[in-house]
């Protein structure tokens, strides 16, 4: 290779050649489990087990390394998997600080499983820098959590100056960019140490994969422990999986960059429907953390948003329940467009308001998820 590719360039291709063997242009599927050793007892093609060395990973991995401008990634089963294993690399007594919105299923690992195996977690508006500065403890704090746009109010926070409040008290900062994805942003050239990825969602974008990823800075003892926890513990995705995610990234661009258009467009009209008592988009001039996003996103805002919808939760709901077109299902960054009444998932712990439904916005034509959206919003009002 001697020019660099544009990240473009580099999806499309998923960073794989032509196999050597037979000359086919898409990545075989290797389904073997272990590998040849060589007389000498050695692994001279450097595969021993497919816990830890399967080939279908590659292309995935490397794909996610050169998108997110790493020196490594790592494929989990679940983007679960791949949290939780940058919290098992700390040790018992360290001290972590959290977003206070994030992902509920990784809220809910925290306050259980991960308080009880000994970490210390503060969980925090990471939106908010006084907030984060106050609740660091110099020393004790390993570990700055921040994901942006935050799961499912789209908080943005402000990475460059996260990466300076961690590294000043001798932390590291992880960012779930899962919303963001590389198209929009890329968290290690703001300062970040790690990002993170549920690839179920846009990576894969076909919401027939369950995978995620870990993409580090550097290759230091940190990211050696990570990976120990991904290989001894084996949470891996198995290598249909990460084939199907290599296929899906190879139009990672073409999708995220339309369904940020479309959710913009829808953004702003739903701004002035009159059975919409808010909309949270980043994209939205009004939004706080607007400016912080138009710094640190580039090329769109994204293609998650939620709404607020006059009259509380049973209009929400009867909103959601006349909807045609969109799907009314969790997850989000499919090629279709979802609808959800998140706070009903979440349970009566979840802090979000019960009037929300959040949308993914898939890449069917604008005009037909707003017509049925705003059928659905007519109709909720009416009934
Ligand atoms: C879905 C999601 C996760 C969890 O990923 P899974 O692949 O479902 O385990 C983590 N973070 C964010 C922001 C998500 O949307």
């Given at each position: 290779m001697s020019n660099p590719r544009r990240p473009e360039t580099v999806a499309a291709h998923a960073a794989s050649h032509p196999d050597p063997l037979t000359g086919a242009v898409i990545p075989p599927l290797h389904l073997s489990t272990t590998y040849e050793r060589d007389e000498d007892l050695g692994y001279g093609r450097g595969r021993c087990y497919a816990r830890a060395d399967n080939p279908s990973f590659d292309a995935a991995a490397a794909t996610l390394d050169g998108l997110e401008g790493g020196t490594g990634t790592l494929l989990f089963a679940s983007g679960m998997a791949a949290a939780t294993a940058v919290f098992q690399a700390l040790a018992p007594g360290d001290h972590v600080v959290v977003g206070r919105v994030m992902y509920w299923a990784l809220r809910a690992w925290l306050t259980g499983a991960a308080s009880r195996w000994g970490l210390t977690v503060s969980f925090v508006d990471t939106a908010d820098l006084d907030a984060v500065r106050a609740a660091l403890r110099p020393g004790q704090t390993k570990l700055i959590w921040a994901e942006t746009p935050a799961n499912p109010l789209w908080t943005v926070s402000d990475i460059a100056a996260l990466a300076e409040l961690a590294h000043a008290a001798g932390a590291r900062l992880a960012v779930d960019s899962t919303a963001a994805t590389p198209v929009l942003t890329r968290p290690l050239s703001l300062g970040a140490d790690l990002v993170v990825h549920s690839a179920s969602k846009y990576l894969n974008g076909h919401s027939d994969v369950i995978a995620g990823t870990v993409t580090a800075a550097r290759a230091d003892e940190f990211w050696a422990a990570i990976k120990a926890v991904q290989v001894q513990q084996g949470g891996v995705p198995g290598a249909f999986e990460a084939w199907l995610l290599q296929r899906g990234l190879r139009t990672l661009f073409l999708r995220v960059r339309a369904q940020s258009a479309s959710a913009l467009t829808l953004a702003e009209r739903l701004s002035a429907h009159p059975a919409v008592a808010a909309v949270l988009y980043p994209g939205l001039p009004d939004f706080p953390g607007h400016e912080i996003a138009a710094r640190q996103m580039n090329g769109g805002f994204g293609g998650m948003l939620s709404i607020r919808v006059k009259g509380g939760r049973e209009r929400a709901i009867a909103t959601a329940a006349r909807v045609?077109?969109?799907?009314?299902?969790t997850s989000l960054g499919g090629v279709e467009s979802l609808i959800e009444h998140r706070a009903s998932i979440e349970?009566?712990?979840?802090?979000?308001?019960?009037d929300l439904l959040r949308l993914s916005v898939g890449i069917e034509a604008v005009e037909d998820l707003w017509t049925d959206l705003a059928t659905a919003l007519d109709a909720a009002t009416l009934a």
């Open positions: 045609e077109l969109w799907r009314r299902a349970g009566p712990t979840s802090p979000v308001p019960d």
